[in-house]
């Protein structure tokens, strides 16, 4: 089992910044991409940015240039550096990763995270 935990959401307003840390927990899987998720209000959650263990990263193009999503494999964190945040921004962002060992290979979630971001 791998156990997820977001920190740093809040309020902010619109051209700020917002740094998303994920936190994962657990023992005898290796955590193979993690990647940040978003689901605004009446919207099917949506893939904002993900990276490999590699450090290869991948973006949703309306975040592109804007936000960077860098990860820290040692302590098991992944994180989301949010700039130039629009109100459109606004979303419960999640933290997500796959992992596996060798006789499972499934994705996990974490809570969520509130981000608003007023115009």
């Known amino acids: 089992q791998v156990q997820l935990v977001e920190s740093g959401g809040g309020l902010v307003q619109a051209g700020g910044s917002l740094r998303l840390s994920c936190a994962a927990s657990g023992s005898g899987l290796t955590i193979n991409f993690m990647a940040w998720y978003r689901q605004a209000p009446g919207n099917e959650r949506e893939l904002v940015a993900v990276i490999s263990n590699g450090g290869a990263t991948d973006y949703a193009d309306s975040v592109k240039g804007r936000f960077t999503i860098s990860r820290d494999n040692a302590k098991k964190t992944v994180y989301l550096q949010m700039n130039s945040l629009k109100p459109e921004d606004t979303a419960v962002y999640y933290c997500?990763?796959?992992?596996?060992?060798?006789?499972?290979?499934?994705?996990?979630w974490g809570q969520g995270t509130q981000v608003t971001v007023s115009s």
């Open positions: 997500n990763c796959n992992a596996n060992n060798r006789i499972s290979n499934r994705d996990y």
